[in-house]
């Protein structure tokens, strides 16, 4: 008994004092976790929530489209290892010494992340090419216009992705999910998309023709070795994507080379955006399977599936608006062209816009409210525009 007593005396010392200090440890890294993650975590309730009207069975092993994941997985983590050696911001840096201007530099920014969407996918672009905006910008001290350059960035990275199958991460999967043919979809999405280049371009002119001094406290040596081998990988990606080679070969191929050679760049890779997609492929699959949802969906979709697509990623995103709505309808050219288009508008219309809206208040705190206000402004020209561009001139 006394031996017992001493045990506890001895043991409340030791775990007293530790629980204060390690709840609200755990507490703040949920907290950032949430914030960083708010769509992921958004997913897991609205799989968990269907999953109570829908009990999982066999046939949700059905709902995900491996090889979209595949494809998703072996770009970003190229991309992150192409990051990782600064190969982007080297390239960037090359064409924006070359111009002079405000006007000039800026345009060439946009145009940077409005080509880089178009290959390693909007939230990568914009994660690569939105920092170097800002260093322009604030070394030349012309931070005054940031707001600006930094939403024709984000409208720039959501619709110069539209091109390509591997642009924006909702092509990715209908490309996969309908088997669109490659000349197809390039068909589909050009229109659109030589409009959205026009309206961007024209949008720039109002920046001012001032003269800059642009000058880069550090010098990038790129790896030689490294980055030829990246760059095959990276080709490696885009050639699965296009289906000449089956998806399980990157699967193989690309972890096994990254893990060698750059393990820092697996570890990088947006798992939350990969959970994301698992998380909506259930949810989207459940829905499916409730006849009142189905009849809803499929009724709405059959009078204006672009309209209805475009509204819905101004509620949910273009990404889960994608994966939902594709098991209502099959006409693939209007999806395409609501969820791409429909990345431009209010703040949660697209994943890639929540990157800016981060990237600009943390260097701009307190100027929150300008900066929504211009970014709204500017993307419901660019939605409503692009929108009334297909319906009248693309049918």
């Known amino acids: 008994m006394t031996h017992h007593s001493l045990t506890k005396k001895v043991r409340r010392p030791l775990l007293t004092p530790r629980l204060p200090g390690i709840l609200p440890g755990i507490l703040s890294a949920l907290l950032a976790f949430l914030q960083e993650n708010t769509v992921f975590c958004i997913a897991l309730a609205a799989a968990g929530i269907t999953s109570i009207l829908v009990p999982p069975d066999a046939q949700y092993l059905s709902y995900f489209d491996f090889k979209t994941l595949t494809c998703l997985f072996c770009v970003l983590a190229v991309v992150c290892a192409l990051r ?137 040596h790129l790896p030689v070795k490294r980055t030829a081998g990246y760059l095959v990988l990276f080709a490696l990606s885009i050639v699965i994507v296009f289906r000449f080679i089956p998806y399980v070969v990157g699967l193989i191929v690309i972890p096994a080379v990254l893990f060698w050679a750059d393990r820092e760049a697996l570890k990088k890779v947006d798992y939350p955006l990969l959970g994301t997609f698992c998380a909506f492929f259930v949810f989207a699959g459940n829905m499916s399977r409730i006849p009142a949802v189905r009849t809803l969906f499929e009724g709405l979709l059959e009078k204006n599936t672009m309209l209805i697509s475009a509204l819905s990623c101004q509620c949910i995103s273009n990404v889960p608006s994608a994966i939902l709505l594709s098991q209502f309808t099959d006409n693939y050219r209007e999806l395409l062209w609501g969820v791409n288009i429909g990345g431009a508008g209010t703040l949660i219309a697209s994943l890639a816009s929540m990157i800016t809206f981060r990237e600009y208040v943390k260097h701009n705190p307190g100027k929150t409210g300008r900066y929504l206000g211009l970014f709204t402004l500017i993307n419901l020209i660019f939605l409503v525009s692009l929108l009334l561009f297909c319906r009248f001139v693309c049918q």
């Open 84 to 220: 990782n050696i600064r190969f982007f911001t080297c390239l960037a840096r090359g064409i924006v010494k070359r111009f002079s201007t405000l006007r000039s530099a800026s345009i060439a920014l946009i145009v940077i992340t409005f080509i880089g969407s178009m290959l390693i996918a909007n939230d990568m672009a914009l994660l690569t090419f939105l920092p170097l905006g800002y260093l322009v910008l604030s070394e030349t001290h012309k931070e005054q216009h940031m707001a600006f350059v930094f939403i024709m960035q984000n409208i720039a990275a959501n619709l110069g992705g539209m091109l390509t199958p591997f642009g924006n991460p909702q092509n990715l999967y209908l490309y996969s999910f309908y088997n669109i043919p490659t000349a197809e979809f390039t068909a589909i999405m050009a229109p659109p998309f030589i409009a959205a280049v026009i309206m961007i371009l024209l949008a720039c002119l109002v920046l001012p023709r001032e003269p800059l001094s642009l000058t880069y406290r550090d010098e990038i």
